[in-house]
Structure formats: C-alpha cells, structure tokens
C-alpha cells in the first residue's frame, strides 16, 4: 500500500465529506463550503492521502493568524479500512513540514476525552498531552475548553 499525499482541492470536496461521514462518534463532516474555504485558503496544511485512487485520510489544519507560530489541526481522519498503516504519520508530517518552512514553533489539536485511538495515535508520533485540570483514565483533561461542558485533551507537538 502506498498513499499518495497531496493538498485539498474543490474537486475532492464530496469524497472528504463522504469520508468525514464515516468518522462518528468523534469526526462530523462539516459543510461544503467549508471545506471550499479550506481548499481554497488553506490548503497547505490540508493534505489528503489517496491509495489506489481512493481518499484514505485527511487532515484540516490552519495557521493561526492571532499567533502565526502556531497550527492548529481541526480534523484527522483516515478510514476505517485503511488505519494502523502509517497514514495520519504521513499527513501530519506534511502539516510538520510546512510548520517548519514557515519558522512555526508549534502545532497543537484536541481530542474527546475518551478518544483512545487518537491519544495513541498522537502519541506515538511525539505529540505531547499538556496537563489539565483533571484525568481521565490517564488523559489530561482541560474542562470546558472548548466552552462549557466541552472537556478537550490538549495535545501539542513543539517544533524545535
Ligand atoms: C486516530 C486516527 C486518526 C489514527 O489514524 P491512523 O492512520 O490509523 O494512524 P497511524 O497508522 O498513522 O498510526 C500511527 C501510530 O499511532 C498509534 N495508533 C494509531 N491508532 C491506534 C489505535 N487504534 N490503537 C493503538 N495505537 C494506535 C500506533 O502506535 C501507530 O503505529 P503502529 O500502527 O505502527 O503501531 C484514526 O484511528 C481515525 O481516523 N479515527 C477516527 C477519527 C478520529 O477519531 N480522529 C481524531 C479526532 S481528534
């Protein structure tokens, strides 16, 4: 299997919200025209892996404009046949890279509480999860970080 990493696109745009689709309970497709928006602003940190012609995994992140030395990863997602093959290694290492050619100093995403496979998956590629306020079977956990009642694990890769 190898997997072909590129940029959005507009053309791709029903093939990642039906791949989005596939992500419950912890990834909702968000809208059309969101995702023109991300193609068409932001694509260089939006790569999507395809394998044998078919979208396998995306990744939607931004550079912060209040702090451009950060990135913020919105959404990962690979789909369920095509995981534990390297693919979410693959497109945040193109996010990573791009971080590094713009001189950022950080790059950083939340996760559900009880995400196991994402604290895994963050994990084992080097990302660190910044101390909260309370643990959940061995997360740390910030309370209401994404407003009340919106528990988040904060999770952050420092580039060097
Ligand atoms: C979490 C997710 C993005 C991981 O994607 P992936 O492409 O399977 O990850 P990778 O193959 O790059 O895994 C890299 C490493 O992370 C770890 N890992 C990934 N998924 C894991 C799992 N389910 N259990 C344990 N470890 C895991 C492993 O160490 C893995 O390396 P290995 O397979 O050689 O052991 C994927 O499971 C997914 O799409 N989940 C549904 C959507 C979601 O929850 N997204 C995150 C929302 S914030």
Redesign the pocket.
């Known amino acids: 299997m190898t997997a072909t990493v590129t940029p959005l696109t507009v053309p791709m745009i029903n093939d990642v919200i039906a791949l989005m689709d596939q992500?419950a309970p912890?990834?909702t497709a968000r809208t059309a025209s969101d995702y023109w928006a991300y193609a068409t602003l932001f694509s260089s940190t939006c790569p999507v892996a395809h394998v044998d012609g078919e979208l396998a995994?995306a990744v939607m992140a931004f550079r912060s404009q209040d702090e451009p030395d950060q990135i913020y990863v919105q959404?990962?997602?690979?789909h369920p046949n095509?995981?534990?093959?390297?693919?979410?290694?693959?497109l945040l290492g193109t996010v990573r890279a791009q971080a590094a050619a713009w001189g950022c100093a950080r790059l950083w995403?939340?996760?559900?509480p009880d995400?196991?496979?994402?604290d895994?998956?963050w994990k084992?590629?080097g990302w660190s999860n910044v101390p909260g306020d309370q643990a959940v079977d061995g997360v740390q956990v910030v309370s209401d970080f994404k407003g009340p009642g919106k528990d988040r694990a904060v999770y952050e890769l420092l580039l060097a």
């Open positions: 992500g912890f990834i995994g959404d990962v997602m690979v095509h995981r534990r093959k390297g693919i979410t290694s693959a995403l939340t996760s559900e995400n196991r496979a994402a895994a998956a084992a590629l």
